[in-house]
């Protein structure tokens, strides 16, 4: 990655895990609004990261939920 992407990442994923800490699953808008009044070009990748990181975590949880059903299947 270059460096507009790896800082995008970078901020989108220590927003979101603040969102986590904080309890507001939109907070990483808020950082949007901020990093929009200056670098339109630092938003757009930064909520690029953001779709990406937010799909990986419903993925893992879709994973997850069909291993676990798997696993009650197999033990009954």
Not at 12 to 40: H, P
Request: aromatic share 6%; glycine share 8%; no cysteine.
């Amino acid at each position: 990655m270059g460096v507009l992407e790896d800082l995008a990442d970078g901020l989108a994923k220590d927003a979101l895990d603040a969102g986590d800490a904080l309890g507001d699953n939109e907070y990483y808008r808020e950082v949007a609004k901020v990093i929009g009044a200056s670098s339109t070009t630092l938003e757009e990748a930064f909520l690029t990261s953001i779709r990406i990181r937010l799909a990986e975590r419903r993925g893992r949880a879709f994973l997850k939920s069909s291993l676990s059903k798997i696993a009650k299947q197999t033990a009954q």
